[in-house]
């Protein structure tokens, strides 16, 4: 199901199944419910069971490395130059103690690439069976790849808080999203966030009067026509 069905759902039973040319609960609203609702249950569901399903996962397609200096002073350069991405990456839902990246690897989705914690990295060289191989991790909601010599992109999947925020990136030359793709949530968990919206934020709204005279205005406390 798509954001755009979500929304034209939970509006079609705000309004009881009547339609109206000038509703004042808009899909843009609804949306935005629809994408926080998400996130909450999703790391409620999370703190909960410790799982995720792959339902909940967007697709950041081929994302390009950049060659940068390690100094966070531009005018005091090191000679260490590290990998990271050129876009950043969408914010994901806050997991306990991490990102909700679930997956990082080279392109063909094969050479996995682990996740370490940033502070990890200046002992990564010590390891004595892995320190030549590559590494991941987050600073500034850039990904960072140790070792990348040689690495010019890699895969990124993971959970997102807002799942629009994935048309900034391209994936086999088309946006990986829009509001008319599978929205990535599964079906249980549609129907708890139409729950909360439907008996939360849209309660008071719901209660409020359409204008039914197509004029834009609303009709409730607008004078009575004068008798005859």
Known sequence: MTLNEIAYNILNLVRGGRSSNNEHISTSQIKFNVKYYRAMLIRRDFAR????????????????????DASKCCNLPVECAVYRTKKKLPRTVRFNFRDAITHVSDVSGLGTIPMVEPHAVQWLNYEKYTSGKYKAYMIEDYMYIYNADGLGYINVRGIFEDPEDVALFDCDGSDCYDDN?????????????????????????????????NDTLQDQGRPAAPKQ
């Open 49 to 68: 069971n410790g799982m995720i399903t792959r339902h909940l996962e967007q697709d950041l397609g081929c994302l390009e490395l950049i060659k940068v």
């Open 181 to 213: 793709m599978d929205f990535p949530i599964p079906m249980d968990m549609l129907q708890m966030i139409t729950q909360g919206i439907m008996s939360g934020e849209l309660m008071l709204l719901s209660g409020s009067v359409n204008d039914t005279t």
